[in-house]
């Protein structure tokens, strides 16, 4: 899964810090989402997408290999 | 009938004190289990659902059971030849309850990454403990030596709770970086 994470904080101006506080969850799974070590769940995924104000589709992004 | 066949076991299984205890503590989780089935703790029905959280612990008790651990590992070292009953008792329960106060309480932030190591390295540790009990009794019965009948359970029990604390916490320290 290929994610714009990085890319919609950086719209906002926000770290990851914040981010986590925002959502509910530590910064350490911000920084795992974003480099692609952990597969987040649907709820998460719907709360950041709240955030950002923007689409789930257009956020995160579904590969070949997934 | 069945009542032939339970009189039947506790007959056969109440011959000496340690099996007396063993009936005993089988007794009281039945009793539980049941209660538990019947207030709707535990659901059978069909309309089930996962979870996928966990009820755990409040994060504050991370420190209680730290100075249990380190308290009773203290005692031990100051009876290493194992003269005074009391202190080995302690020393193998105060562990074991250390352990699990560490193991089962929260993180500071709990989220689902974290129960998602949990259960990673719960399971890895579930396999590790079977495989490396299971290579002990091989090697024992191998070699004739016969010394695990002399460990108790609160060995294994002690070393899964460990391994477990070892590999979510090496894992959470990987997630760090």
């Given at each position: ?10 719209i906002l101006d ?11 969850v ?10 692609n070590r ?7 995924a719907?709360?950041i997408?709240?955030v ?15 | 009938?069945?009542?032939k ?18 009936l005993l503590?089988v ?8 209660i ?8 059978f029905?069909?309309n ?32 290493i ?7 080995q008792?302690?020393w193998?329960?105060?562990l ?9 309480s ?5 989220d ?11 399971f ?18 191998l ?10 359970s609160?060995?294994l ?16 320290r990987?997630?760090?970086?």
């Open positions: 899964m290929k994610n714009r994470l990085k890319i919609e904080r950086a926000i770290t990851q810090e914040e981010l986590a506080l925002k959502i509910g530590s910064r350490q799974t911000i920084n795992s989402i974003e480099t952990y597969v987040l769940s649907t709820i998460l719907l709360k997408s709240k950002f104000g923007k689409a789930v589709n257009d956020i995160f992004e579904l590969e070949n290999e997934d | 009938m069945y009542v066949y339970v009189c039947h076991i506790v007959k056969l299984t109440c011959n000496n004190k340690m099996e007396k205890t063993t503590t007794f009281i989780l039945a009793i539980i289990l049941i538990m089935i019947f207030t709707k703790k535990i659901d029905s069909d089930l659902n996962i979870k996928n959280k966990l009820k755990l612990l409040p994060f504050w008790l991370k420190f209680p059971g730290i100075a249990i651990a380190l308290f009773s590992i203290i005692a031990h070292w100051t009876d030849h194992g003269k005074n009953e009391i202190i008792l302690f193998q329960l105060g074991t309850v250390g352990l699990l106060f560490i193991s089962l929260k993180e500071r932030t709990e689902e990454m974290i129960m998602q190591l949990r259960l990673n390295s719960a890895f540790v579930l396999i590790v403990g079977i495989i490396v009990h299971v290579f002990i009794v091989l090697i024992d019965k070699i004739g030596a016969n010394d695990f009948q002399s460990y108790s609160i060995y029990i002690n070393f899964l709770l460990l391994a477990y604390i070892f590999f979510f916490y090496s894992l959470k990987k997630l760090r970086k």
